[in-house]
């Protein structure tokens, strides 16, 4: 393995791996020694909530970490990770309306037109400006992991305090155009959206679940319709599955705010 350092754009909420456990999947951007952005990589699998407190990068941070192209994979973002070689380096900041982060991933090598545009490339991770946004909804979802699923938590849980992964119910979704023309209804699987469905129904204080439930999904479609869709410049993060290539998922959402009218035209 070689010790590189990563931009982190964006984590997925965890899932039940029979293979590797509780995983997340992070997708960044690989930098070279000058902190100059190269490609997208993917790094997976992670046992995020597993690692100790220091490594728990947050997104937008800079990490160094030893990785290595997974062998197994043959999309090209796709690296193995030692994650018990992290280091936090730091983080890129909000300041002059995202300055930074914009330089860091909106450049001709990392930004697609649309997906068929990252089909045609060979890639299989990318981020793509949305012509337009016709919706967001969201449909119901299990409530429960699948049985083998259970079965690696419960002997998780044998080896180590208990720290069940809550299967969230409710899958999100944008439809919208792509500068193709192009119709898409893709899921969206960023952990921060799936964090703000938990943390607003566990602050609810209505005492009927049902109610908590829709107070959450009402305030997702706060952020997610009435800011983002309206208040924000929208980019999606999207990447494919191994084993669907051809489906793609909104693993990540970049939003700086828009520029008002007057601040474009002050000269």
Not at 28 to 33: A, C, I, K, N
Not at 191 to 213: D, F, P, V
Not at 233 to 259: A, W
Request: hydrophobic residues 30%; charged residues 30%.
């Amino acid at each position: 393995m070689e010790r590189r350092k990563i931009l982190i754009a964006t984590k997925t909420y965890p899932s039940i791996s029979m293979k590797y456990e509780e995983v997340v999947c992070t997708a960044g951007v690989l930098l070279d020694d000058n902190d100059k952005p190269l490609q997208w990589i993917r790094i997976y699998p992670i046992r995020f909530r597993s690692l100790e407190i220091d490594k728990h990068y947050p997104r937008w941070s800079i990490i160094s970490a030893e990785i290595e192209k997974n062998p197994k994979d043959n999309r090209e973002e796709s690296f193995r990770i030692n994650d018990e070689s992290i280091t936090i380096l730091g983080k890129i900041d909000t300041s002059n309306n995202w300055e930074e982060r914009k330089s860091l991933v909106l450049l001709d090598n990392l930004e697609f037109q649309s997906i068929e545009d990252i089909k045609k490339q060979g890639k299989s991770l990318g981020i793509i400006k949305p012509k337009s946004i016709k919706k967001y909804y969201y449909k119901d979802d299990t409530r429960e992991w699948s049985k083998k699923q259970q079965a690696v938590q419960n002997q998780l849980n044998l080896f180590k305090k208990p720290v069940d992964l809550e299967k969230i119910p409710y899958k999100f979704y944008y439809n919208f155009v792509s500068y193709d023309d192009s119709n898409h209804n893709l899921s969206i699987i960023d952990w921060e959206i799936q964090q703000l469905y938990r943390n607003s129904r566990n602050a609810s204080t209505k005492s009927i679940q049902q109610e908590r439930e829709q107070e959450a999904l009402e305030k997702v479609r706060q952020k997610l319709e009435d800011e983002f869709m309206n208040k924000k410049d929208l980019y999606f993060i999207v990447g494919n599955q191994q084993r669907y290539p051809d489906s793609f998922m909104i693993i990540g959402i970049f939003y700086p705010p828009k520029l008002k009218f007057e601040q474009m035209n002050l000269f």
